[in-house]
């Protein structure tokens, strides 16, 4: 059964910064935060529940953000937004070629309300695909089945015809177990050597 859609990743692929820094790197002189201390004292504790919509980011921030700094969890969230929003526009223009050829583009992503709104309606990627799907909305992360039984139900597609394009090997590996064709991601990838991989044909 042949691809007719592509699931693109954000972090890690269509956004990723070209020095190889993570968007924290200059936290600490920027706002006076520790990012060792945040990752511990909200990541750590706090992203699982609100990166699948069960808890808010800025009530768990406003929870743990007097703890480390004088920063409000609006300032933080704002900084953090802009510093990890760099496009990959050489991968969007391969893949608005690819749509072009009949293949329909998805977003596939592990995020919360926030940032998904940010990335589709601020980084304008709704003019790149068709539909985000994340999970807080979709109520599960890549490394679950839920995550793709409820992309299926939206698409109305067999897993057959969706390929999920993902840096993370344990998501591809997932995907593959759930039906789904898919390709890890690396710096050095090229979205026509994916399709290749993948036998896709864009039509």
Wanted: include cysteine; charged fraction near 25%.
């Amino acid at each position: 059964m042949a691809v007719r859609v592509l699931m693109v990743d954000v972090d890690g692929v269509l956004v990723h910064r070209p020095d190889g820094r993570p968007w924290h790197a200059d936290l600490a002189t920027d706002l006076g935060i520790d990012p060792a201390l945040l990752q511990a004292a909200f990541f750590r504790v706090h992203f699982d529940e609100v990166v699948t919509g069960r808890a808010e980011l800025f009530d768990r921030l406003d929870a743990v953000l007097p703890q480390l700094g004088n920063v409000s969890s609006r300032e933080l969230v704002d900084y953090w937004f802009r510093q990890d929003a760099i496009l990959d526009y050489q991968l969007l223009t391969d893949l608005a070629e690819a749509r072009a050829r009949g293949l329909e583009l998805h977003l596939a992503t592990v995020q919360e309300h926030h940032r998904a709104r940010y990335l589709w309606e601020t980084l304008g990627l709704v003019d790149h695909f068709a539909a985000m799907h994340y999970a807080a909305d979709v109520g599960a992360l890549k490394s679950e089945a839920a995550f793709y039984r409820v992309v299926e139900s939206r698409t109305r597609l067999q897993p057959a015809e969706h390929c999920l394009i993902d840096d993370s090997a344990q998501n591809v590996e997932v995907a593959r177990s759930q039906g789904w064709q898919a390709f890890w991601w690396k710096p050095a990838s090229r979205l026509a050597d994916a399709l290749t991989e993948l036998g896709i044909k864009p039509r």
